[in-house]
């Protein structure tokens, strides 16, 4: 095995950012792992996860255990001053898998990448509370309100560092493997089953809530089991949609099961706020990815164009998708003689 400090650079893209999980999980099976790992929005879950003591599969069997269904009601709408979500429910899902720990508790050297909204200034965020982090790094403009630590309002780092290739080199690595989940935006807007619709989810009667306490250390966290995780989190939903008896059905989308298919322009008569932001995002995080991955030593770019920015429900697509493009890119011999 090689003798140089390796750094995993997780990117941000929100539901994309799931094939993370089957991009780690190939590095997993290649004996490979990290010194290092810095995240931007959703791989600073990622990466805060596999930090926390989750490998690969754990994080798969939690992804896919869960019922989205449920949790696309997993929100806590607030007056739209700076955010439409106030992010506290979110803060309460990451609590239940990870618990208050602090960065110093980690199996691994982590950073996660913020914005401060005021200045424009990159954050590196690697001390202090995990959860509070993580939820600064993952809070997407207009979508969520951002956080106030020390003073700074911080959103989504994704607006200054896609892919934190330069924070894993900042922190030490020598070999940086760089990931990122951000398509090509002209190629987003082409999905084949853009308009199927999840029922509205049934509510049981008993009310059951989080301790955010539960878990105080990592050791902590290897003893629960995977499932317990599972039902914390849908228990959570079922505590929120019981105060809040949303109605309607949620539009989402889903994935074709082909990927040889052609693909037909998405029709959209006239853009929902949710599209205008997530599209937004994505035009500006995209350029800046490419531009992070030419820094890397290693840049894995899953195909993950026909993943819906929040189709949080095509997990196993998306882990799927993360583990094509990690065995393609292994596959070359000289690349995995780094290695060894």
């Not at 099976?29 to 990622?46: H, K, L, N, R, W």
């Not at 720990?101 to 914005?115: E, P, W």
């Not at 993952?138 to 911080?154: A, C, K, M, N, Q």
């Amino acid at each position: 095995m090689s003798t140089k400090k390796i750094g995993y650079a997780l990117g941000g893209g929100a539901a994309r950012g799931l094939s993370h999980i089957g991009v780690l999980k190939v590095l997993h099976e290649y004996g490979i792992s990290p010194d290092i790992i810095a995240g931007t929005s959703i791989g600073s879950i990622i990466g805060a996860l596999y930090a926390g003591g989750y490998d690969p599969d754990d994080m798969e069997k939690i992804v896919l255990g869960l019922d989205w269904k449920k949790l696309l009601y997993m929100v806590d709408m607030t007056i739209p001053l700076s955010g439409l979500l106030q992010g506290k429910r979110v803060v309460l899902l990451l609590k239940s898998i990870l618990g208050n720990i602090t960065f110093s508790q980690l199996r691994c050297d982590f950073s996660c990448v913020a914005t401060d909204i005021i200045s424009g200034e990159q954050v590196v965020l690697r001390d202090g509370s995990l959860i509070e982090a993580v939820r600064a790094s993952i809070s997407i403009p207009g979508i969520f309100t951002p956080v106030e630590l020390s003073g700074r309002y911080l959103v989504d780092g994704g607006l200054v560092n896609s892919v934190p290739v330069s924070i894993c080199r900042e922190m030490g690595a020598d070999y940086v493997i760089g990931v990122n989940v951000i398509p090509e935006p002209r190629r987003i807007m082409y999905n084949l089953n853009k308009n199927i619709q999840l029922q509205v989810c049934e509510i049981s009667n008993d009310e059951k809530t989080i301790k955010d306490d539960r878990i105080t250390d990592p050791v902590g966290i290897r003893h629960r089991s995977l499932q317990s995780h599972i039902d914390d989190i849908e228990n959570a939903a079922n505590t929120f949609l019981l105060s809040h008896r949303l109605k309607g059905k949620a539009n989402t989308t889903s994935l074709s099961s082909s990927t040889t298919e052609q693909a037909q322009p998405l029709q959209i008569k006239s853009p929902k706020l949710i599209d205008i932001l997530s599209q937004s995002l994505t035009i500006s995080e995209y350029r800046l990815a490419v531009e992070n991955l030419k820094e890397a030593d290693l840049a894995i770019s899953p195909d993950v164009e026909g993943i819906g920015f929040w189709q949080f429900n095509n997990g196993a697509q998306a882990i799927a998708l993360g583990e094509h493009a990690a065995r393609k890119v292994l596959a070359n011999k000289a690349t995995a003689n780094i290695f060894r």
